[in-house]
C-alpha cells in the first residue's frame, strides 16, 4: 500500500494551501471567543493530513476556514496562488464548487432525495465530475443507489456522503469527524474509503478528528490545541484503517 | 430531471398538507377579489350596454300638463337630440286574491312603433294594440311577484273608476331597473309595479289627450346638461313643471349608481383585506418552513450552489404552491362571480348579462400573490443564506433561555416544568410568537368581517324602524291634501292614532353645493315619527327653520346656525333661505325636516298634508287595506312590518351571497394559519420533544409541552383578533358610506363568539392531526442524529 506514495518531504511537494497567521474570533453575545490564534500551515498536493485535537482547539474553524465555509479574523489563506481571505461570498461558492469536497460528522444528506440523487447533487453543477453511479460503487454503495437517507445505516449515509463529496473530482476533500457518529467497524469501513479516495484519486486529504488512533493512517499529524498548532507529525509507515484499533 | 428540482417535488409531497393549507388561504384571497371585480365589471358593461341598446333617456321632466305643441319648443333647446313626451301616473291597483293596495306607475309607450327613448325589453307576450284601453304590459318583476302570465286580469282604480285590465306581456325598462315605489326604502314587486299602456288610450283616461305630463330627452354629444335643463325648466315652469333632471338625480340609476358603490366598496375593501392577509400569512409560514431548512441550504451553499441558485430553488417550490393556489382561486373566482353577477341581474332585472373578467383583474391577481411570495421567500432565503454555511450546519445560534418574567414575578411555584418550558419557549422567541399570534389573531378578525354586515343591517334597521318610524301603516296622497283628511283616517275602524306629514321635492342649495331630496313636514311632539339625535335620543322639532340628517349636512357642507338656499320642485317653486337648526342622526337614507306648519308656510299654502302615519290595531288591518284600496286620493300605502321583510329579502338577495362566502374563505384561512402554525411548531421541535420521551415523559406529557404552547397563543390570539376585527369592520364601515346608508360599527356578541369558536376547533382539528405524529415520534432517530 505504502508502495503508491511513499512518503516524502516536504519540499518535494507543491504546496496546496498555505495559511500565515490564521486568527479567527468568534462574537457570543458580548464575549470574544478566540478560535485561532495565528495558525500557520501548509498542506501539500496528493498529502493525506489528520488534524487532530480535543474539541474547541479549533480544528473545525481552521477546516473551514480551508474549505471556503468561514472566513478568517485575521491572516492570510492561500489555495495555490489564490488568497481566499480577501474572496467574497460568490468567489467563495465557486471556490467551494470547483475544488473542494467536504464530509460532515452528521453527513448532512438532502433527506428528500435518493443516494444517487444526492450526488447528482452535486455532479450537475461540477464540470469533470464522475457519473454518480461510479462514485457510488467507489464508497461501495453501488447496491443501494435508489436507497433514501432514512433508509440507510449512519455508515452508509456517510458513505454516500463521502461519494458525494468526491465525484466532483475535487482538489481537495476535507473529512471533518467523518466517524463521530458511527461504530468502529462502520467507522473503519468509513475510513477505508477515505483512505482509497486519497490513494487512487490522489485527492489532496485532511481530516479532522479528536481520535487519536486514525492519526496512524495519515502522512503527517496536526495536533491543534487552543487554536494553536501544538505539534506536527510525519508518520514514518501508515497504518491501513483495518489495523487500526479504538 | 435535475436533482434541485427532484428535491422540490419531494419536498413538497413531503409538505403538502401545509402546502394546500397555504395554497388555499392564496385561493381565498384570489377567488374573492376576482369574484368582486369580474361581477363589478360585468354589472358595469352590462348597465352601459343596456342603458345604450335601450336608449336610456338622459333629462327627464316631470309637469302637470302641457300641450303637445311644447314638444316642438323643447326640441328647439339647443343641444336636445331626441325628445319624448308621455303621460306617466301612480294608480292602485285591486289585485285578486291579495288583501293589500297595490301601487302602480303607469307608463304610456308610443301607440305605434317603439319608444324612442327608454325601449322596452318585451319577455313574454306581445305590445297592447293600438287604440285599447284595457291592455297594459306589466314589468317582469311584478308578474314574478304575482305569477302573472299573458292573458291575467287586473283592476285599476283609474280616476276613481275600477277598471280591468288585461295583461298583454311582460317586459324590462332601462328606466326602470331599480323598482322603488316612491316613499319606500326597499324595493317591493308585490306591492309595486309599471304598467306599460298605449300613448292614446292611457292620455284618455287621464285628460291629457293632446297633451302630456312627463318628457324625457336625449342629448347630443356636445351637450351642456345644465344649459338644457336650466331651458327645459323654463318652458315647462308654466306648465306646472317639477323641476327637470339628469341621469344623475334620476331614481332607478340613482339607486343603481348607489348599489354599484356599495358594491365597489365591497370589491375594493373584502380582495384587499383578503390577499392582504393570505400574503402576510404566506410570509409568516414561508419564512418558518424556509427556516427549518436552513442546514440542507447550507449544505447547498457548501456544495459550490450560489445564494441565487438557493433563492431560485425555494422560490420554485413556493411558486408552485401560489400557482396553484391562484389557478384555483382564478377557477373559484370566475365560477362566484358568475353566481354572484347572476343574482344581481336578477336583483336589478337587466334583460341580459354581460359576463366580463379582464385579463388585467387576473393578472393583477396573480402578480400579487406572486410578488408577495417572492418578497416572503426572499426575505426568508436571505436571512437562512447570509449565515455562513460553517455556523448554519452548526445547530442553530445559542439558545438563551432564562426565567421569564412570569416567572421572575413570582409565579414560577405555580409552574410545572413543563408549563414552564411553554413560557419559555414562548418568551425566548418573542417576535416569532407575536407573528404566530397575529398570523391566528388575523384569521379571527377576518371571520368578523364576514358578519359584520349582517350585525351592523339589522341594529340599522332596529333604529330605523324601533325607533324612528314607529307607524304601522303610512297612506300617501296622490296631490296634497286638506288636513280634514286627518280626521277622517283618524274616524276609521282600527285607527288608534294619526300623525300627518307634507312632504315636498326640493333642492338645498349650500354655496356651490346642492342636493336634490325630499323635504318633510312633520307635526311637532309626534310619537310615531321621531327625530333622533346623535345618542339616538328622540329630540323636539324647532318651530321654525329646517333639520336635516347628519349625513346630508357633511355632504352640503353645512352645520347648524347655517342658512340654506331651499329651492321648492313643486307648485310655485318659491327658492327661501332657511337656516339649519338641527342636525338628526340616520342610518338609512338623507332627508330634510321642517315642522309642517312651518313648511306650510314656506309653500305659501294652508294647513295640506301629503300623507298620514297611523298606529293600528292588527285585527282591523285587512278591513283598512280594503277601505284604502276604494278611496281614490291614496296613491300608496305602506305597512311597517311589510317594510322590514322587504328590506330582508333585499339583504338575503345579495348580502347574504357575499357573507356566505366571506365567511367559507375565512374559515379556510383560519384553519389554513393555524394548522400550519401546529405543524411548523411541530416540525421545530420534533428532536426536542422525541429527547423528552426518550427521559421517559409520556406521549401526553410531550403533547401538552406542544399543543400547550398553540394553547397560550390561541388564547392571546383571540382578544386580539377581536380588535383586529373590529379595526376591518371599521374600515369596511368606512368604505361604505353613502348617500343610501351609512353603517355603524356594530358586532353582534354572537359575531365574537362565531370568530372565535372557528379559531377553537381549527387549533382542536390541527392539535388533533399533530397529536397524531407526536404519537409517531422516532425516537431512535434522535439519539442517533444531533441537536
Same mark, same amino acid.
Given at each position: ?51 487532530? $485535537?480535543?474539541? $474547541? ?190 | ?115 324612442? &327613448? ?12 293600438? #287604440? ?75 285628460? &291629457? ?31 306646472? #313643471? ?90 373559484? #373566482? %370566475? ?19 354581460? /359576463? ?88 379571527? !378578525? ?15 334597521? #332596529? ?53 336634490? +331630496? ?7 311632539? !309626534? ?91 292588527? =285585527? ?20 311597517? =312590518?311589510?317594510?322590514?321583510?322587504? /328590506? ?35 416540525? =421545530? ?62 358586532? =353582534? ?7 372565535? +369558536? ?21 425516537? %431512535?432517530?434522535?439519539?442517533? +442524529?444531533?441537536?
Amino acid at each position: 500500500m505504502n508502495a503508491t506514495h511513499p512518503p516524502l518531504s516536504s519540499s518535494d511537494r507543491k504546496s496546496v494551501f498555505t495559511a500565515r497567521g490564521l486568527t479567527k474570533i468568534y462574537q457570543m453575545g458580548e464575549v470574544q471567543v478566540p478560535a485561532l490564534r495565528g495558525v500557520d500551515l501548509e498542506l501539500y498536493e496528493g498529502e493525506f493530513v489528520v488534524l487532530l $485535537g480535543p474539541s $474547541g482547539s479549533g480544528k473545525s474553524t481552521l477546516l473551514n476556514i480551508l474549505g471556503g465555509l468561514d472566513t478568517p479574523t485575521s491572516g492570510t489563506v492561500c489555495y495555490g496562488e489564490h488568497d481566499l481571505s480577501v474572496y467574497n461570498d460568490a468567489a467563495l461558492t465557486h471556490y467551494r464548487r470547483e475544488h473542494v469536497g467536504f464530509v460532515f460528522q452528521f453527513y448532512n444528506l438532502i433527506p428528500s432525495l435518493t443516494a444517487r440523487e444526492n450526488v447528482a447533487l452535486v455532479t450537475e453543477i461540477a464540470e469533470h465530475p464522475m457519473a454518480p453511479e461510479e462514485a457510488l460503487r467507489l464508497v461501495g454503495l453501488g447496491e443501494r443507489m435508489d436507497h433514501f437517507p432514512s433508509q440507510l445505516s449512519g455508515g452508509e449515509q456517510q458513505r454516500v456522503a463521502i461519494a458525494r463529496a468526491v465525484a466532483k473530482r475535487p482538489d481537495v476533500l476535507l473529512c471533518d469527524e467523518p466517524t463521530g457518529a458511527l461504530d468502529v467497524k462502520t467507522g473503519v469501513l468509513v475510513l477505508e474509503v477515505i483512505e482509497r479516495v486519497n490513494r487512487e484519486l490522489g485527492t489532496t486529504t485532511a481530516v479532522i478528528t479528536h481520535n487519536a488512533a486514525i492519526a496512524d493512517m495519515a502522512d503527517r499529524v496536526i495536533h491543534l490545541s487552543n487554536g494553536q498548532i501544538s505539534e506536527v507529525r510525519r508518520n514514518a509507515s501508515k497504518k491501513s484503517p483495518r489495523e487500526i484499533v479504538w | 430531471m435535475r436533482a434541485l428540482d427532484i428535491k422540490l417535488l419531494r419536498d413538497l409531497w413531503h409538505l403538502r398538507g401545509q402546502a394546500l393549507a397555504i395554497a388555499l388561504v392564496i385561493t381565498a384571497g384570489v377567488a374573492t377579489f376576482i369574484m368582486f371585480l369580474s361581477t363589478l365589471d360585468s354589472l358595469r358593461l352590462t348597465q352601459a350596454e343596456y342603458y345604450q341598446d335601450y336608449r336610456f333617456a338622459e333629462v327627464f321632466a316631470s309637469l302637470k300638463r302641457a300641450p303637445q305643441s311644447l314638444a316642438r319648443r323643447i326640441a328647439e333647446i339647443p343641444g336636445v337630440e331626441r325628445v319624448e313626451t308621455r303621460v306617466t301616473t301612480l294608480v292602485n291597483l285591486d289585485i285578486p286574491d291579495f288583501p293589500e293596495p297595490v301601487t302602480g306607475q303607469l307608463v304610456s309607450i308610443p301607440d305605434h312603433g317603439e319608444p324612442l &327613448m327608454n325601449k322596452l325589453h318585451l319577455r313574454q307576450g306581445r305590445i297592447p294594440e293600438p #287604440g285599447r284601453d284595457d291592455e297594459v304590459l306589466i314589468s317582469v318583476a311584478f308578474a314574478e311577484a304575482h305569477r302573472f302570465v299573458p292573458g291575467d286580469k287586473l283592476n285599476a282604480i283609474i280616476n276613481g273608476k275600477r277598471k280591468a285590465l288585461t295583461i298583454v306581456g311582460t317586459a324590462l325598462s332601462p328606466e326602470y331597473i331599480y323598482q322603488l315605489r316612491p316613499g319606500s326604502a326597499f324595493p317591493d314587486y308585490q306591492r309595486y309595479g309599471i304598467l306599460w299602456m298605449g300613448r292614446t288610450a292611457l292620455g284618455n283616461a287621464y285628460d &291629457m289627450d293632446g297633451a302630456f305630463n312627463n318628457v324625457v330627452l336625449s342629448l347630443t354629444t356636445d351637450a351642456s346638461e345644465k344649459d338644457v335643463i336650466d331651458r327645459l325648466d323654463d318652458l315647462i315652469d308654466p306648465y306646472g #313643471g317639477r323641476g327637470a333632471y339628469s341621469r344623475v338625480d334620476q331614481f332607478s340609476n340613482r339607486f343603481l349608481t348607489e348599489e354599484f358603490k356599495q358594491l365597489e366598496n365591497n370589491a375594493r375593501m373584502f380582495p384587499v383585506i383578503f390577499l392582504g392577509i393570505a400574503i402576510f400569512l404566506l410570509n409568516v409560514v414561508l419564512a418558518r418552513m424556509i427556516h427549518m431548512q436552513r442546514e440542507q441550504i447550507a449544505a447547498l451553499k457548501a456544495f459550490g450552489y450560489t445564494n441565487r441558485a438557493v433563492a431560485l430553488h425555494y422560490f420554485k417550490l413556493v411558486m408552485v404552491i401560489v400557482v396553484l393556489g391562484v389557478a384555483a382561486g382564478v377557477l373559484a #373566482g %370566475i365560477w362566484l362571480g358568475k353566481g354572484m353577477s347572476a343574482i344581481y341581474m336578477d336583483f336589478f332585472s337587466f334583460p341580459f348579462l354581460h /359576463f366580463q373578467l379582464r385579463p388585467q383583474v387576473v393578472l393583477s391577481a396573480a402578480l400579487t400573490s406572486a410578488g408577495g411570495a417572492l418578497v416572503a421567500t426572499l426575505f426568508a432565503v436571505r436571512a437562512a443564506a447570509r449565515l455562513r454555511p460553517a455556523e448554519a450546519m452548526r445547530p442553530e445560534a445559542p439558545t438563551q433561555y432564562r426565567e421569564s418574567f412570569i416567572e421572575r414575578l413570582g409565579f414560577k411555584r405555580f409552574l410545572n416544568h413543563p408549563t414552564r418550558m411553554i413560557v419559555r419557549h414562548i418568551l425566548r422567541r418573542p417576535v416569532k410568537s407575536a407573528l404566530t399570534m397575529l398570523g391566528i389573531a388575523f384569521a379571527c !378578525g377576518i371571520m368578523m368581517t364576514g358578519r359584520f354586515q349582517q350585525d351592523t343591517v339589522s341594529y340599522m334597521m #332596529g333604529v330605523e324602524y324601533g325607533l324612528m318610524q314607529r307607524e304601522d301603516v303610512s297612506v300617501a296622497f296622490f296631490d296634497p291634501t286638506s288636513r280634514r283628511a286627518q280626521y277622517e283616517l283618524q274616524s276609521l275602524a282600527g285607527v288608534e292614532h294619526v300623525e300627518v306629514f307634507r312632504s315636498v321635492p326640493a333642492r338645498l342649495h349650500f354655496a356651490h353645493r346642492s342636493h336634490r +331630496t325630499g323635504i318633510t313636514g312633520v307635526e311637532p311632539g !309626534g310619537d310615531i315619527q321621531r327625530l333622533l339625535d346623535a345618542d339616538l335620543k328622540p329630540i323636539a322639532l324647532p318651530a321654525a327653520g329646517i333639520v336635516l340628517t347628519d349625513y346630508l349636512g357633511e355632504m352640503l357642507g353645512v352645520g347648524v346656525g347655517d342658512t340654506l338656499m331651499v329651492e321648492i320642485l313643486e307648485g310655485t317653486r318659491p327658492v327661501r333661505e332657511v337656516p339649519v337648526v338641527g342636525l338628526v342622526k340616520e342610518y338609512l337614507g338623507v332627508s330634510a325636516y321642517m315642522e309642517l306648519s312651518a313648511l306650510n308656510r314656506l309653500l305659501h299654502e294652508g294647513p295640506a298634508i301629503s300623507g298620514a302615519y297611523l298606529a293600528v290595531d292588527d =285585527e282591523y288591518l285587512l278591513g283598512l287595506f280594503q277601505r284604502f284600496k276604494e278611496t281614490p286620493r291614496i296613491a300608496a300605502v305602506m305597512e311597517r =312590518e311589510q317594510e322590514i321583510r322587504n /328590506f330582508n329579502r333585499t339583504m338575503d338577495q345579495t348580502m347574504l351571497f357575499i357573507t356566505t362566502v366571506a365567511t367559507t374563505f375565512s374559515v379556510v384561512i383560519a384553519f389554513g394559519v393555524v394548522y400550519n402554525s401546529a405543524r411548523i411548531a411541530l416540525t =421545530e421541535r420534533a428532536r426536542e420533544l422525541a429527547s423528552l420521551r426518550v427521559l421517559g415523559f409520556t406521549r401526553g406529557e410531550i403533547a401538552y409541552i406542544l399543543l400547550g404552547e398553540l394553547a397560550v397563543l390561541t388564547a392571546f390570539a383571540i382578544p386580539i383578533g377581536f380588535l383586529v376585527g373590529r379595526a376591518l369592520c371599521g374600515i369596511i364601515a368606512l368604505g361604505l358610506q353613502s348617500e343610501l346608508y351609512r353603517v355603524p360599527l356594530i358586532l =353582534e356578541p354572537k359575531t365574537y363568539a362565531f370568530a372565535a +369558536t372557528v379559531v377553537l376547533i381549527a387549533t382542536v382539528i390541527s392539535a388533533l392531526v399533530v397529536r397524531r405524529h407526536l404519537d409517531r415520534l422516532d425516537l %431512535i432517530g434522535v439519539l442517533k +442524529t444531533k441537536e
